[in-house]
């Protein structure tokens, strides 16, 4: 079955300290590939998109994504967290050529420490 | 700037009431429009697409419906509550016709039904 799985419930990280979150998708064909952040009793912000080219995609407030086509994978970094960005992270996945259809992994939430 | 207000707020409902949450986006014409569902703590869930006024598309059934009765509206409805719709309602709009495009997420409504 086409899914995209985001193995970590929960992460704990210090300020100013590097930062993964995992995604990885399983479908026959690369999907259109999706990050968005959920803040407490907020809605969601889009953080980046990959739909084809550079592996590497820049998204705002310093996060950028890298999909691996032989992994699978979608996985989201900054380089230095700041507390603000404690929040929930939900990675998304469309078929290829059908972005209405929006299939949302269980999140990860991030607590980042003082 | 497109704009997308969702209304109302938060809602405490009985169970067995009827419910109707509304969505608007301004700024865009003949926009692609979504439901969303969203469990205490959990992921997102599609419910409805619309590409066009008067068209509705069901992707999964939780006894609501959905209507697209203007351009700019999308309203989600039940005649009869149950415990189990409680939780967050997003809308969201893409860009239409064409199915190629990201989806941005309204500010939600929070539903608790007792």
């Known amino acids: 079955a086409q899914s995209v799985t985001q193995p970590d419930a929960r992460v704990t990280v210090s300020e100013g300290a590097s930062l993964q979150l995992r995604c990885k998708y399983s479908?026959?064909?690369?999907?259109?590939l999706f990050w968005y952040v959920q803040y407490p009793r907020q809605g969601l912000q889009l953080l980046l998109k990959y739909y084809s080219g550079d592996p590497v995609v820049q998204g705002v407030n310093g996060f950028e994504a890298e999909f691996s086509k032989s992994n699978s994978s979608f996985h989201l970094r900054k380089a230095s967290v700041h507390w603000s960005d404690s929040a929930v992270y939900f990675c998304a996945v469309s078929p290829p050529g059908n972005t209405r259809k929006l299939i949302f992994g269980l999140g990860t939430t991030l607590q980042v420490q003082p | 700037a497109q704009t997308i207000h969702q209304w109302p707020v938060a809602e405490i409902k009985a169970v067995g009431s009827p419910l109707s949450l509304g969505c608007t986006i301004k700024?865009?014409?003949?926009?692609?429009l979504y439901w969303y569902w969203q469990a205490t703590g959990g992921t997102l869930q599609q419910l409805f697409y619309?590409?066009?006024?008067?068209?509705v598309e069901s992707v999964v059934q939780l006894n609501l419906s959905a209507s697209r009765p203007k351009d700019d509206q999308f309203i989600l409805s039940t005649e009869k509550l149950l415990l189990s719709h409680s939780g967050f309602y997003l809308c969201?709009?893409?860009?239409?016709?064409?199915?190629?495009?990201?989806?941005?997420f309204g500010p939600g409504t929070r539903l608790l039904v007792l």
């Open positions: 479908y026959s064909a690369t999907p259109y």
């Open positions: 700024g865009k014409s003949s926009p692609n």
């Open positions: 619309s590409i066009t006024v008067g068209q």
């Open positions: 969201a709009w893409s860009r239409g016709p064409f199915n190629q495009d990201t989806q941005y």
